[in-house]
């Protein structure tokens, strides 16, 4: 998991550095849903706006790879680290993630948008 991490910043610090912001280690405002869904080539972006009582800066769905995919973002990791624990409870497994973000596998494949 710290090697899909690690290449998740480079790829985020790529994308900022791509939009002539500084790419350092101090605190940044997470990316939205949309950028991240950039950032995986993911298609066919819905937007699912914020779930704050989750956590969840911002959320959508996607398609990657053939499959259908959530993106959520949060404000730092500690709630990133706490949809973690949440998520294995439920058989929910990170596909890739950065540092305030993942993208997981959706756990129902029928349908679309957000549910």
Do not use: N
């Not at 710290?2 to 101090?26: F, N």
């Not at 990657?64 to 706490?82: E, Y």
């Amino acid at each position: 998991m710290r090697k899909r991490r690690v290449i998740a910043a480079g790829i985020a610090c790529a994308a900022l550095a791509a939009g002539a912001a500084a790419c350092s280690s101090s605190p940044q405002a997470p990316p939205t849903a949309r950028q991240v869904a950039g950032m995986v080539a993911a298609s066919g972006f819905t937007d699912c706006g914020p779930h704050p009582a989750g956590g969840v800066t911002d959320s959508g769905t996607a398609i990657l790879d053939g499959f259908r995919v959530g993106i959520d973002t949060f404000p730092g990791t500690a709630q990133l680290t706490a949809w973690e624990q949440a998520a294995a409870d439920l058989g929910v497994v990170p596909w890739h993630q950065g540092s305030t973000w993942v993208v997981y596998k959706a756990v129902t494949q029928a349908g679309g948008g957000c549910q």
